[in-house]
């Protein structure tokens, strides 16, 4: 399996991001007393990740080539420039610079999300559609993996030698995360006479109900992992505990859901699984949603960590289809749009989790999104119906 080593690598390099602004600093500024409602803050940082799809078909006409890959280059001076902003941000003093600090995460959103964009180029363009599975499987896995880091490293050296340590120790994982991507086989060529990349109307019709999937595939469920880490806190869960809980939850009970994801998409195909899928999720968010008067601190736990099963089982077979609907000329510009549209639905979830549970408390918040998971059952039915027609 050292054919999809660099994969796991670069998606690694991804969920270590995500989860140190999304976990890693909200847990942090959670423990120094921050707010639900200024937390809420923190998800405005994934603004890039909405916007890159404008900026994608620009990277995919002047990326850098390197050892035969022609996405490569740009992909590894993007992770560099992610290193180093790492570095200023530890310089940082988080009890008098909140804003700065925000402002450093949003520069390091707008690398990140291009730098995901040619990531995405990179496994398309490499991988036949025998071999996408394992490459989803490395995709959601090694983004699953960096939560370890992400989270459970950066907590523990925060707590142990505080904030400069922590994000020192980001930055020099982000570094040594560039070596194994030597081993990167080369992409395969673009056609003489395609069309340069672009993001136009054509594009926007061309794919659109794989568009609207992607919007509502996710929304309830983005909405109860948005409050994961907070809501465990608050039932509870001593903050030396919770970087460990997080771990097992992205690398055991995460690892289970890859591994059945990708089973059933070799099993069964990238259709059969979506709506299946779908429906466990609504069932979690309905439990999740009758459990707020009767579920203790474990009961809280076992349910997050079924969350997150499904929630891996969900993207593993949605990122194999999505990888099946982009165009040949233009792979990244093409994933990048569908991702732009996730991001946008995963920052509004957390933004609007955060702010309703402040205002109504967990209760009224899950049992919303218990009603929205359902609901959303009926259009993804026929949106599925409209992908398999042609």
Not at 252 to 274: E, F, M, N, Q
Request: aromatic share 10%; proline share 4%; with cysteine.
């Amino acid at each position: 399996m050292s054919r999809y080593l660099p994969y796991w690598c670069y998606y690694l390099h991804q969920g270590m991001l995500t989860a140190l602004m999304l976990q890693g600093v909200t847990g942090y500024f959670r423990h120094q007393g921050l707010d639900l409602a200024s937390l809420s803050l923190l998800s405005l940082t994934f603004l890039p990740w909405i916007g890159k799809c404008f900026w994608a078909p620009w990277c995919e006409r002047h990326c850098l080539a390197l050892r035969g890959n022609r996405y490569l280059g740009s992909l590894v001076l993007l992770q560099l420039g992610m290193a180093t902003v790492l570095l200023l941000v530890s310089t940082l003093q988080p009890a008098s610079a909140l804003y700065p600090i925000l402002m450093a995460l949003m520069l390091l959103a707008v690398l990140s999300a291009t730098h995901d964009v040619y990531a995405d180029a990179i496994t398309i363009t490499t991988c036949d559609s025998h071999e996408r599975p394992f490459a989803n499987a490395a995709q959601v896995g090694g983004s699953y993996l960096g939560v370890v880091f992400g989270s459970l490293a950066f907590l523990y050296l925060a707590e142990r030698w505080g904030w400069q340590a922590g994000f020192m120790g980001m930055a020099l994982l982000s570094l040594a995360l560039l070596l194994p991507l030597r081993g990167l086989p080369a992409s395969r060529a673009r056609a003489a006479q395609a069309p340069p990349a672009r993001l136009d109307r054509a594009t926007l019709r061309a794919l659109w109900p794989a568009l609207c999937l992607v919007a509502i595939y996710y929304l309830a469920m983005r909405g109860v992992m948005a409050v994961q880490t907070v809501m465990l806190l608050d039932k509870g869960l001593d903050f030396s505990r919770l970087g460990l809980v997080i771990t097992l939850y992205g690398t055991v009970a995460s690892g289970l859901g890859i591994v059945v994801g990708s089973w059933l998409a070799r099993r069964l195909g990238p259709w059969r699984c979506l709506l299946p899928s779908m429906l466990v999720h609504a069932g979690i968010t309905l439990a999740a949603a009758l459990g707020v008067r009767l579920l203790d601190l474990q009961g809280w736990l076992v349910l997050f960590a079924l969350v997150n099963v499904a929630a891996a089982i969900g993207f593993v077979t949605l990122y194999n289809l999505l990888m099946g609907q982009v165009r040949p000329h233009q792979p990244a510009t093409d994933y990048a749009l569908f991702q732009s549209v996730d991001a946008a639905v995963a920052m509004l979830a957390s933004l609007a989790a955060m702010q309703v549970a402040h205002r109504v408390g967990y209760g009224g918040l899950l049992a919303g999104l218990a009603v929205i998971a359902w609901v959303s059952l009926w259009p993804a039915r026929g949106l599925w119906r409209k992908l398999q027609g042609p």
